[in-house]
């Protein structure tokens, strides 16, 4: 067994090339992508894929999830795959380089493998999860949920969306519903490489982040429940407003936030009006907070005050308040040995590199549940994402990918 020497590099140019191609599916209105989950948009992704998958030699499982898992054997047959992945499914305005990066790359490592005619023990098997966006159905990292036994397969099919569809029925509609259990599978390693999506290593100059842990979040579903009157003719004093109950809560929900920091954030990024016509107090509101912390101790400290003060929020404006948890995962530590090994291979290709702490959730977090698992990033410009403005340049894609190669196939070892 030999490791790859310093020289080798994926081809960054066809790594390009794929990533454009991608994004023109599911074609966004401002020069990003829309391509949600379940949609005939995320199918036409997938089909295009599995096309270069199958080009490049590899075979395909799909689970009962969707999610695809496209294997390079190994010339060990006992070894467990190591595997590389991400998602090809989009914000309802995202960037074309959220997910798709990490598993165009993914791919791109293949290609090269077979490119040199390199051989590995272990089989690498380049995985594209089903809806880690959670845009469509919440809660994010759905199927890398149900893999790592974090959430049951039929909570997950029960899911809606705003239009009312469920999962489970999207998923048999698009043709993509595979007959694997979910997270029958064993890891030897788990890779993920992604874009930032914050201004750090941008504003540090610095090429690769060598990701030690990620945040944890909790989402948390409030439906205040008012009392739909007219605007107009309703006395000031006779109101049950559960508008205003929701601005008061939202907040209140920064004051929490920014009472622990650093190292926390909360906000709140959908809201429903119902009936949300203009001259009617609104009888129901629902909305989703949003709050992490790579600190468990903080994390949850904040939903507990958030909670607490919503209740006293809304009883002070007569306003019923329910909350239900759709989105959770606790911090991730990923393996430290998988991390030295990403920040041996950026530091033999001679790319500047530092830690840091994953702001976004991944799928990453429920494999690291399952297997040691680990991620890389690459700056992207001013830190922008979950924006159709989302943008990277092929040299930082470039790197990353290189890193992923060689941490990848260090991991799989390589048969002189
Ligand atoms: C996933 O994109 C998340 O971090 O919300
Ligand atoms: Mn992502
Ligand atoms: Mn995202």
Redesign the pocket.
């Given at each position: 067994m030999s490791a790859a020497g310093e020289n080798l590099r994926i081809d960054g140019d066809r790594l390009w090339e794929s990533l454009m191609e991608m994004a023109r599916i599911g074609p966004g209105v401002a020069g990003g992508n829309n391509r949600q989950t379940l949609t005939d948009a995320d199918k036409q992704g997938r089909e295009l894929f599995a096309r270069w998958c199958e080009e490049a030699g590899l075979t395909m499982g799909v689970d009962k999830m969707g999610t695809m898992f496209m294997t390079r054997p190994g010339t060990d047959p006992e070894a467990l795959p190591v595997y590389i992945g991400s998602h090809l499914d989009?914000?309802p305005t995202?960037g074309k380089f959220?997910?798709v990066l990490g598993v165009l790359s993914g791919l791109e490592v293949v290609r090269t493998l077979n490119d040199l005619d390199i051989r590995t023990r272990h089989p690498i098997v380049v995985t594209n999860w089903t809806n880690?966006?959670g845009a469509r159905f919440a809660p994010?990292m759905l199927a890398s949920g149900v893999f790592a036994g974090a959430i049951p397969l039929e909570h997950a099919y029960g899911r809606t969306d705003l239009e009312g569809k469920s999962f489970g029925d999207e998923l048999e509609r698009i043709g993509w519903k595979g007959a694997e259990e979910v997270g029958a599978r064993k890891m030897h390693a788990y890779f993920e490489y992604h874009i930032e999506?914050g201004p750090i290593l941008e504003a540090e100059n610095v090429e690769i982040g060598v990701v030690t842990h990620c945040q944890g979040l909790w989402w948390l579903e409030f439906t205040l429940t008012g009392k739909e009157a007219h605007t107009g003719s309703t006395p000031m004093n006779m109101r049950v407003n559960a508008g205003l109950a929701m601005a008061r809560i939202m907040e209140m929900v920064q004051e929490v936030a920014m009472a622990a920091q650093p190292g926390a954030v909360g906000g709140v990024g959908q809201v429903q009006f119902a009936p949300n016509s203009r001259n009617v107090l609104p009888g129901t509101v629902v909305f989703t907070v949003d709050i992490r912390s790579p600190d468990q101790a903080k994390l949850d400290g904040m939903r507990a005050a958030i909670e607490a003060r919503a209740a006293q929020i809304c009883a002070a404006l007569g306003v019923g308040c329910a909350i239900e948890p759709v989105g959770h995962f606790d911090p991730v530590t990923f393996d430290p040995t998988l991390v030295e090994r990403v920040r041996a291979a950026a530091e033999k290709l001679g790319h500047s590199h530092m830690n840091l702490i994953s702001g976004?959730g991944h799928d990453a977090c429920w494999a690291a549940k399952v297997a040691p698992a680990t991620m890389i990033m690459c700056p992207c410009v001013d830190g922008l994402?979950?924006n159709e403005a989302e943008d990277i340049s092929k040299e930082w894609a470039s790197a990353g990918a290189d890193v992923l190669f060689h941490a990848v196939v260090e991991t799989a070892g390589i048969v002189d």
């Open positions: 989009t914000q995202g959220d997910g880690e966006e994010a999506q976004a994402s979950h």
